[in-house]
């Protein structure tokens, strides 16, 4: 492989670098999907490095569809990414975990039956990127996990969980379509 278009890499100097992600994820079925973007695979002839780590088309929907907004409770949410597998066979098992708060019936019907499919989320940094969770034939799966909290302390509502396979990290730079509001 020609790894001539890698490019060296430099600190900060100067530009912001927020910790933590925004109170809310984009979450859609893989059902909902016309297509689904990719980035495109490394190449030494890519005008720029970094290329093959942006989806930059946006996804298509079927008709009416797009992503479901989940509001999760702000500094309560997380995205990791580690390596997995051998020498020959890396890849990555990406994580996030974030708190939807409450018990309200369309939450809970939403989480009972999210468990059970795959799907593409769009997960929203401070400074305004998106981390594309998912992919093709490599689906975030989300395991929801309620509690009621107790009287004296804790948190009413649903941890919400999600996890896939990865060959990297990339971030979503298409146009967000959300599911209009019925």
Same mark, same amino acid.
């Given at each position: 492989m020609d790894l001539s278009k890698l490019k060296a890499l430099g600190g900060l100097e100067g530009v912001d670098n927020t910790p933590g992600l925004l109170g809310f994820v984009y979450f859609a079925p893989e059902?909902?999907?016309?297509?689904?973007a990719k980035a495109p695979a490394y190449s030494a002839t890519q005008v720029s490095a970094g290329l093959? &780590?942006?989806?930059?088309? &946006?996804?298509?929907?079927?008709?009416? $569809?797009?992503f479901l907004k989940i509001y999760?409770? $702000? +500094?309560?949410? #997380?995205?990791? &990414? +580690?390596?997995v597998g051998?020498? +020959?066979?890396?890849?990555?098992?990406?994580?996030? #975990?974030?708190?939807?708060?409450?018990?309200?019936?369309?939450? $809970? #019907?939403?989480?009972?039956?999210? %468990?059970?499919?795959?799907?593409?989320? $769009?997960?929203?940094e401070p400074d305004g990127g998106f981390f594309q969770v998912g992919a093709e034939g490599l689906p975030v799966e989300l395991t929801p996990s309620f509690a009621t909290g107790k009287l004296s302390s804790g948190?009413?509502?649903?941890?919400?969980?999600? #996890?896939?396979? &990865?060959?990297?990290? %990339?971030l979503y730079k298409g146009e967000i379509v959300e599911k209009p509001v019925v």
């Open positions: 059902s909902y999907f016309e297509t689904i093959s &780590a942006v989806i930059a088309t &946006a996804h298509t929907f079927k008709a009416g $569809l797009g999760i409770t $702000l +500094d309560s949410n #997380e995205l990791k &990414a +580690d390596i051998e020498r +020959d066979g890396r890849g990555l098992k990406v994580s996030f #975990e974030g708190f939807h708060p409450g018990n309200k019936p369309e939450s $809970l #019907e939403f989480l009972n039956i999210v %468990k059970n499919i795959g799907g593409i989320m $769009l997960v929203p948190r009413r509502g649903t941890t919400v969980k999600g #996890e896939c396979y &990865a060959t990297g990290i %990339k």
